[in-house]
């Protein structure tokens, strides 16, 4: 079923990560009203379609990927004055503004999840995932499974207030809510409402694919033996009613706003899989970003390590880019087409050859294989100020824990 035509189709995305971008006032946090005074370039650079990286309320233990309140700009950003007058003038020069959509999760210091942690009997206490402890033979208090947290350790994290832990697949302070509970989805309606009627054009929703979770929760299969937690990403990438709740989200709120909808699907590459985000008939999302190019070049883990090198081979590359291109002509399906974001460096480094005497023949060759591929969603990526100033990428170290940001 080819795909109705529709004004995303044309568009080019555009990525921005605030507080990288241009800090208007000093204080050493990029922010709306620098994003504001740069609308005339974005412009001019052929930018129609504006994405921000997360500007919610958020204590930044994840850079900003952990919110404690979904309805406000935090501080270091601006106000939600600040977020109309950008919206004003984007929408001035016919650009739109998409946001980033945080919903596997929420911080620690979410209003819902510090009710949730009060009591056992508070009425928020099944909006988030809580299990009681293990014992071991020795008496000492485990983990409910042996998961393991993207981010490293368990995926479970101790709560003295109730005896209890809470599930957590990424970092301590972002417990995952349970979205079995209609409560939670019903309050996730209307979070997104709140910001299409007051004129967002669209969401890139974050890990939208791990919001459903196996049933009982049970143990993940000891692939590593020595390691005290496994990868348990079987048991919720791809869950069993994450159709059914994107399919919900499409007929409560989606369907009633002329949007764009970009889906991030960590561990997938099956084409089969993907599909069923994106296919027309199944009424979910426009696109899915899925990690196979940008992956390519990092270690083949069950957690996504993108400052580590792996060497790769031309041909691995090709075959991954050829693949998704004939797979979006021959099953009617539309491309997120990019090869950075914000959890990887310069496209330059990574893909060609940052050189002095090879860096702007390189960055042509990039540029001119995006414009090729069917599909759109040109990405900025993290190092936003990085790439403004023509540095190379940076090398990190590995990170034992934690997440791989800049909070680092």
């Known amino acids: 079923m080819p795909h109705p035509e529709t004004w995303w189709k044309d568009a080019v995305v555009y990525q921005i990560y605030p507080v990288s971008f241009l800090d208007s006032n000093g204080d050493g946090f990029g922010d709306l009203n620098g994003i504001t005074s740069k609308l005339d370039y974005l412009q001019d ?8 990286s997360p500007i919610y309320k958020s204590p930044l233990a994840d850079m900003g990927y952990d919110i404690s309140d979904y309805r406000d700009i935090d501080p270091r950003y601006g106000t939600l004055d600040d977020w109309d007058k950008l919206l004003a003038g984007l929408h001035g020069r016919h650009m739109k503004l998409m946001m980033d959509l945080v919903v596997n999760h929420t911080s620690d210091e979410h209003a819902w999840f510090e009710e949730s942690k009060s009591s056992k009997s ?4 099944d909006w988030y995932i809580w299990r009681p402890p293990k014992y071991d033979a020795d008496g000492n208090r485990r983990p409910p ?7 490293q350790g368990s995926a479970w994290e101790y709560d003295e207030t109730t005896d209890e832990y809470y599930l957590h697949l990424y970092h301590t302070k972002q417990p995952d809510l349970n979205w079995e509970n209609p409560d939670v989805r019903q309050a996730v309606w209307e979070l997104m409402r709140f910001w299409l009627d007051r004129g967002c054009d669209g969401f890139r929703m974050d890990v939208i694919n791990l919001i459903s979770k196996v049933e009982g929760l049970p143990d993940a299969p000891v692939t590593i033996p020595e390691d005290e937690y496994q990868d348990a990403t079987e048991f919720y990438a791809n869950g069993p009613r994450v159709h059914e709740f994107l399919q919900e989200m499409q007929n409560k709120v989606l369907s009633h706003y002329d949007i764009i909808t970009v889906g991030e699907t960590p561990f997938t590459h099956s084409a089969s899989e993907l599909a069923r985000y994106v296919l027309p008939a199944n009424n979910e999302l426009n696109m899915v970003f899925q990690f196979e190019v940008v992956d390519l070049d990092s270690p083949r883990t069950a957690q996504r390590m993108p400052f580590i090198h792996r060497p790769w081979k031309l041909s691995e590359f090709r075959e991954i880019v050829g693949r998704w291109q004939r797979f979006k ?38 540029a001119m294989l995006e414009v090729r591929r069917n599909g759109r969603c040109i990405c900025r990526n993290l190092f936003a100020l990085i790439q403004q100033l023509n540095l190379r990428k940076l090398k990190f170290p590995y990170l034992g824990s934690g997440p791989a940001g800049l909070e680092h």
């Open 45 to 52: 650079l052929g930018v129609n379609v504006v994405w921000l």
């Open 122 to 125: 508070n009425p928020k206490r």
């Open 145 to 151: 499974n042996n998961w393991k947290a993207q981010f």
């Open 329 to 366: 002509r021959d099953e009617g399906f539309w491309n997120a087409v990019f090869i950075e974001n914000h959890d990887q460096g310069r496209s330059v480094t990574r893909w060609g050859n940052d050189a002095d005497a090879w860096r702007v023949l390189s960055a042509k060759m990039l």
